[in-house]
């Protein structure tokens, strides 16, 4: 089983619709949470951090975590064309550990 | 704001060179990382280290050594490279705690022919 999975895609969405990208973890120690964009040819860039369970809004990007059900997501409100990406989740595990998952694919469709 | 820099980002190398990946980060982090990522199979942790002079092995360390002889520097070395190694390679650090992030450098872009 993989520590941290995220459903591949790609996600299609049209612009100003909600994009809602998901992942799931497998060690319940788990404290901090991430959530980071790559452009094709680039390297991740952090767009979020989450640590404690409900919603943590930053701008048009909101994640939520439940560490219950050890799911983490991250909802783009009013998709645009730039926000077509790779969306990688991360984990920070027991012993200071990250875990990635294999991204993401989300294209906004104009 | 923290900058992680990799000296090379476009790289060509022949089969059997000995190739050398520097990295540097600039925020005095603890921790550093070397990772790969080909399509598909997202990041893959090749070496870290916690310290100078301190290196732990990641999933994939087969064909590759590091060094960190300083706190800011972490270099991945590919004793003889193969085309199977040509790849992204990604350097990060961060520091030890809860909430401490990882951040990237821009990635190196290795071909091996």
């Known amino acids: 089983q993989k520590e941290v999975e995220q459903n591949s895609g790609p996600l299609s969405v049209p612009e100003g619709a909600i994009a809602s990208l998901n992942c799931t973890y497998s060690?319940?120690?788990?404290?901090?949470f991430f959530w980071y964009r790559q452009y094709s040819g680039k390297s991740p860039e952090l767009i979020m951090s989450?640590?404690?369970?409900g919603d943590k809004e930053d701008g048009r990007f909101t994640a939520q975590l439940n560490k219950a059900s050890q799911y983490v997501s991250l909802l783009i409100r009013d998709s645009q064309p730039s926000d077509s990406a790779t969306y990688l989740c991360?984990?920070?595990?027991?012993?200071?550990?990250?875990?990635f998952g294999t991204g993401t694919s989300l294209t906004v469709i104009p | 704001d923290v900058k992680v820099t990799q000296s090379s980002r476009y790289l060509v190398k022949r089969t059997g060179e000995k190739v050398f990946l520097e990295c540097v980060q600039d925020?005095?982090?603890?921790?550093m990382f070397w990772y790969r990522q080909d399509p598909g199979l997202g990041l893959r942790l090749i070496y870290f280290?916690?310290?100078?002079?301190?290196?732990e092995k990641g999933d994939i360390p087969e064909g590759y050594s590091v060094s960190r002889e300083k706190k800011e520097r972490f270099s991945l070395i590919l004793e003889s490279a193969s085309t199977n190694q040509t790849s992204m390679y990604l350097c990060?650090?961060?520091?030890f705690g809860l909430g401490n992030t990882i951040y990237f450098g821009e990635g190196s872009w290795l071909t091996v022919v």
């Open positions: 280290s916690y310290d100078v002079k301190m290196k």
């Open positions: 060690d319940r120690g788990s404290q901090s």
């Open positions: 989450i640590y404690s369970n």
């Open positions: 990060a650090s961060s520091v």
């Open positions: 991360a984990v920070m595990g027991t012993g200071n550990q990250f875990y």
């Open positions: 925020m005095d982090h603890e921790n």
